[in-house]
């Protein structure tokens, strides 16, 4: 039995910074932006969370396919930015967005892609009979220490995939998965803001996982690059998806629509899903997407997508994530710190 | 004293070696060492290692030990020594070697040098690092080696009119050698302009200007020379040990564009050796920062004061031309595992003296020199050696 997306909604905040702002102000005069082919990064409002993401996210996809909240079974939400330590994000979600009590939910961490992961959940219950529909969301508003290398691209936003087996927008053909120990970025409990491996994160962290699962998959499926018309790839900055692209074959017009970090910045758990919205945004019926998540710690999800004729109704019915893109209001580094939190008052 | 000879040597593929631990490179030059020196480990009478700082990079002291654990040598009781002198701890290391076998006291004895450093991130690596310069006048101002090198680049400028072209051709050179060379960290050509348009680390000296972080070890295996036929061929005889020190920190020397250190191990090398500059047909050379090989070209005697910015722009140094510099890459391009360098320089000169070094042989080659300083020159050591 066939499953897939039923529906799909994106969030982006509308605050922006420039990436050369930040660095005008750690006095950094490398062409980081260019270096990282990140120009600015949207940035949350001082109220804005995990949470209010998730639902405005969920909302949309609701919206998009006109689904009954109430027959959705379960709620994952994927994050590594959770308001709470304890207490769960997919219970504020399901409350919010009409969903009546008899569903499941839990909150998911896998860095940065919890997204893809809890897509996979839903997918096998779905698939199993055992729940109708399910809500898969990936959400962050991602943390970066000021000065950090991270902070030029950690951004907020996220995207909610409704997975069901009827009126599918796109149908989920295979899924496959590359998990290791690897210990290239972290955050332990009860510190504001996470650690990384430096250039550890590069070759035995994203590359090595995202092309094994990419592989992975294409060898179980018998498919190869040319069998796709696009390919999404984890953004954790402008640079790793287009030379992991690159080494896999796919070539940059198959990633371009997807690719939507140099505008935007990492929306970690949902930078994937945020390009893979943007690419069923302009996607035709019968087209074939190739996605790969990441998540340092470390593991790739990797999916072949066939997009269904229900797309063409359904798009416009929510916004765009162009739509989010291009609403924007540039902010300074003062109140970005402000909205950011990283005052102590 | 009796004369002393390299009877086998071994070296790690330098780089990130993100699979392997300290103990791992520790084990696989090791390995390398004894088998081409064919000797086996009943006979081996001491180790000694050179070892920046397995306490900050990996948490691990007493490397002496370790190294005989790793090798499996402790069944033996084999006495093993860790010495350091910050990034010439190899070489002190070497030098440590010939003088037990040169006294008589110890027959074969292994010199090794290794250093782990990509666990800790690039800033606790710099901090450690910067533990050979002089903490508490140059580190608690906020010196770091890059930025002590950079204000011995500035003033050779200023006296000389070195310009920041010449040093960069030191950097396409040895990244041209490196090309050639396996165990090379980068293997990848690169231009002047290249250089000038990387990265600012501390003016005038950019990313390209500066050697590596890196991950590996070498081992040379020693015996006296009336035995070493007995092991090898093509034994390497070691004319010449020289080791010189000078003051901890930059600001106390004579002058900041010559190490002393460096010129007075070199003359006492080239005194032991009876030899001159004019002698040596290659030389490994201490280029940590690129203003590093134009000091040291001119403070070993190759060059006239002043004059090594030009040496570099006229091609002198490079192979096939009169005096081959950094012919394995250097640390510049082969890489810089810090306690490491000093050894896989002698690996170096052991290979092209064999003739073995493939596509980067200078041909003829029969003395060679290694050069390797600790900190800002607070430790130089030089090695001459010759194909018997």
Request: net charge negative.
């Amino acid at each position: 039995m066939s499953a897939g997306i039923v529906s799909y909604g994106v969030y982006i905040p509308k605050y922006r910074i420039r990436v050369e702002e930040i660095a005008r102000v750690w006095g950094d005069k490398n062409n980081v932006a260019q270096n990282l082919n990140v120009f600015e990064k949207s940035v949350p409002d001082a109220d804005e969370d995990t949470i209010t993401i998730s639902v405005e996210a969920a909302r949309n996809a609701i919206n998009r396919a006109g689904i009954d909240p109430t027959r959705i079974g379960a709620i994952y939400v994927g994050s590594e930015s959770h308001p709470y330590a304890v207490k769960p994000t997919g219970t504020i979600v399901g409350e919010a967005i009409g969903v009546n009590s008899e569903f499941t939910a839990a909150d998911f961490e896998f860095a940065c892609k919890a997204g893809t992961a809890a897509m996979q959940a839903c997918l096998g219950m779905v698939s199993s009979g055992m729940i109708d529909l399910g809500v898969a969301i990936g959400a962050d508003t991602s943390q970066g220490a000021p000065g950090d290398a991270l902070e030029y691209t950690a951004a907020a936003g996220g995207a909610a995939y409704v997975i069901g087996r009827d009126n599918l927008a796109a149908e989920i053909e295979s899924t496959y998965s590359f998990t290791t120990d690897t210990p290239d970025f972290w955050r332990r409990e009860g510190r504001p803001y996470p650690e990384h491996g430096g250039r550890f994160t590069g070759e035995p962290g994203y590359f090595k996982h995202v092309t094994n699962a990419a592989r992975g998959l294409m060898k179980k499926m018998g498919t190869s690059p040319k069998d796709y018309d696009y390919a999404v790839f984890h953004q954790p900055n402008g640079k790793f998806p287009v030379r992991v692209a690159a080494q896999l074959g796919f070539t940059s017009e198959q990633i371009g629509p997807g690719l939507v970090v140099p505008r935007i910045g990492n929306t970690y758990s949902g930078s994937s899903l945020v390009g893979l919205a943007a690419t069923l945004d302009v996607a035709s019926s019968g087209d074939r997407i190739f996605m790969v998540s990441f998540g340092s710690g470390a593991g790739s999800d990797a999916f072949s997508i066939r997009v269904c004729d229900e797309i063409e109704t359904i798009r416009n019915r929510a916004p765009l994530v162009e739509d989010y893109i291009n609403c924007s209001q540039h902010l300074d580094y003062a109140v970005y710190a402000k909205n950011k939190g990283k005052l102590r008052l | 004293m009796r004369s002393v000879s390299i009877i086998g040597a071994g070296c790690t593929r330098f780089g990130e070696r993100w699979d392997d631990s300290l103990r791992d490179l520790v084990v696989e030059t090791g390995i390398m060492s004894i088998e081409d020196a064919n000797v086996g480990g009943e006979e081996i009478d001491a180790l000694y290692v050179g070892n920046m700082s397995g306490g900050r990079f990996v948490e691990q002291e007493h490397i002496g030990a370790l190294i005989a654990d790793c090798a499996g040598l402790t069944r033996l009781h084999v006495p093993s020594t860790r010495v350091e002198a910050a990034c010439a701890s190899g070489g002190l290391a070497l030098r440590q070697a010939v003088l037990a076998v040169a006294s008589g006291y110890s027959d074969i004895v292994i010199a090794a040098g290794v250093e782990k450093m990509t666990d800790v991130s690039g800033g606790t690596a710099a901090d450690a690092l910067a533990a050979a310069a002089d903490r508490e006048w140059e580190c608690f101002f906020g010196a770091t080696f890059p930025a002590l090198y950079a204000m011995i680049a500035r003033l050779h400028m200023h006296q000389y009119g070195t310009s920041h072209e010449q040093l960069a051709e030191v950097a396409v050179k040895n990244h041209h050698n490196g090309n050639m060379n396996p165990i090379s960290q980068y293997h990848m050509e690169i231009s002047v302009d290249k250089v000038l348009k990387s990265p600012l680390v501390a003016d005038p000296l950019r990313v390209l200007d500066c050697s590596p972080i890196t991950d590996g070890a070498a081992a040379v295996v020693l015996a006296p020379t009336e035995i070493a036929k007995k092991y090898t061929d093509t034994p390497i005889e070691v004319l010449a040990t020289a080791q010189a020190s000078d003051t901890l920190a930059l600001h106390d020397r004579r002058d900041i564009t010559t190490l002393d250190a460096s010129v007075y191990a070199a003359k006492r090398a080239f005194k032991q050796a009876k030899l001159s500059p004019e002698d040596i047909d290659l030389a490994e050379v201490h280029d940590a920062f690129t203003i590093g090989e134009i000091a040291a070209i001119e403070d070993i005697g190759f060059f006239k004061k002043g004059q090594g910015g030009k040496a570099a722009e006229e091609g002198i140094t490079h192979i096939g031309a009169k005096l081959p510099i950094n012919t394995s890459g250097g640390l510049k391009a082969c890489g810089h595992p810090v306690g490491a360098t000093g050894i896989k320089q002698a690996y170096e000169i052991v290979l092209q003296l064999r003739g073995e070094a493939g596509k980067r042989q200078v041909e003829g080659a029969k003395i060679g020199l290694t050069h390797n300083v600790g900190g800002c020159g607070g430790t130089a050591l030089v090695h001459i050696m010759s194909r018997r």
